[in-house]
């Protein structure tokens, strides 16, 4: 079971790039690795998923290196309105292992603080 | 507006208590997951259905059950309430769950309390 671990808060100002980082040392072989954000009493949304290397979309980019026990989400300048929590999801739900079914794991979350 | 949707969004009840949390997924969408937050966990995985079979499990009680229908809607049923059993409940969808890394659409959320 792939455990994650992220920091529980950062701090930003508007304009900066900010990076967050989730290690998921026992990530398993089928595993992606997806991120999503979450506001105040809203379901999470999400932002970006990768396998390995780097992956970039409209809102962000992912670098996984090559022994994927670890990723980074990186938001290029970030606004307020990307104060919100964000978490790490490590797992590959279509996969069934025989006799027993594999579990989806988020990671703590990290909340960023983006400030004027 | 995810496309998921959840029923009720609040939820107040007594401890010894049985409750039902209904989802209805995206149109398409073959795969429901559960999960439960509170304050002191985090987001929690509990069980994932697909095509109406079971196809992952998380921390899900005993005293906690699914199922989903041929409709493809799911109900997460929630017995014996105990005070910790307070949280948001969110169901999420994705298209096949069949695939690696499928993409999770969140509902609102059914905010349960347990007095």
């Known amino acids: 079971l792939a455990k994650t671990t992220q920091p529980i808060s950062m701090d930003s100002y508007e304009g900066q790039e900010v990076n967050i980082t989730c290690s998921h040392n026992n990530i398993a072989t089928n595993d992606y690795i997806t991120w999503y954000q979450q506001f105040p009493s809203q379901g999470p949304r999400f932002i970006i998923q990768g396998y390995k290397t780097k992956v970039t979309n409209e809102v962000a980019s992912l670098f996984i290196p090559a022994d994927r026990k670890s990723s980074t989400l990186s938001l290029p300048r970030v606004s307020l309105s990307d104060t919100a929590v964000y978490y790490c999801?490590?797992?590959?739900?279509?996969?069934?292992?025989?006799?027993?079914?594999?579990?989806?794991?988020f990671g703590s979350g990290t909340q960023l603080t983006v400030l004027p | 507006d995810s496309g998921v949707t959840q029923t009720p969004k609040h939820l107040i009840t007594a401890t010894g208590q049985r409750v039902t949390l209904r989802c209805s997924p995206r149109s398409g969408d073959l795969s429901v997951y559960w999960y439960q937050q509170s304050l002191d966990q985090g987001l929690q995985f509990l069980i994932q259905?697909?095509?109406?079979?079971?196809?992952a499990k998380g921390n899900i009680l005993e005293r906690f059950s699914a199922q989903q229908f041929p409709d493809l809607h799911s109900e997460l049923n929630l017995s014996s309430l105990e005070l910790g059993d307070s949280a948001l409940y969110f169901c999420?969808?994705?298209?096949?769950?069949?695939?690696?890394?499928?993409?999770?659409?969140f509902g609102p959320g059914t905010r349960l309390t347990v007095l």
């Open positions: 999420a969808s994705s298209l096949t769950g069949t695939e690696g890394g499928d993409e999770q659409f």
């Open positions: 259905y697909y095509n109406g079979e079971e196809r």
């Open positions: 999801l490590v797992g590959d739900p279509s996969r069934i292992s025989s006799g027993s079914a594999r579990q989806l794991t």
